[in-house]
Nanobody, 127 residues
Framework: QVQLVESGGGLVQAGDSLTLSCAGS????????MGWFRQAPGKERECVAG????????YYADSVKGRFTISRDNTKTTVSLRMDSLKPEDTGVYYC????????????????????WGQGTQVTVSA
């Protein structure tokens, strides 16, 4: 069993930066790929970033490439999402998720591939 708790969301202006953090617990955290998803009002939940269990492989949605950076620290059992040059379209609830399979070499990008989810943290970007 893996438990995840997100933090770091808030209200910012376009062009600002935020760093989201996900604190994980459970003995399997260090061998699971992790992902960040966001859900905007009226839209489907989408994967914006993913990272393999070792941190050697990452994924970014086209909409956030060059602006967002995902990282993990398996010693501290945390995953972070650095968000730079935020845009109003980045507004939404951001969720941290853990893979349902051990040791995947690349992070999955689909909702059904993740088994564990945090409660979400709200990010609002004003124009």
């Amino acid at each position: 069993q893996v438990q995840l708790v997100e933090s770091g969301g808030g209200l910012v202006q376009a062009g600002d930066s935020l760093t989201l953090s996900c604190a994980g617990s459970g003995r399997t955290f260090s061998v699971l790929a992790m992902g960040w998803f966001r859900q905007a009002p009226g839209k489907e939940r989408e994967c914006v970033a993913g990272i393999s269990w070792s941190g050697s492989s990452t994924y970014y949605a086209d909409s956030v490439k060059g602006r967002f950076t995902i990282s993990r620290d398996n010693t501290k059992t945390t995953v972070s999402l650095r968000m730079d040059s935020l845009k109003p379209e980045d507004t939404g609830v951001y969720y941290c998720a853990a893979d349902g399979r051990f040791g995947r070499s690349t992070a999955p990008t689909r909702i059904y591939e993740y088994d564990y989810w945090g409660q979400g943290t709200q990010v609002t970007v004003s124009a």
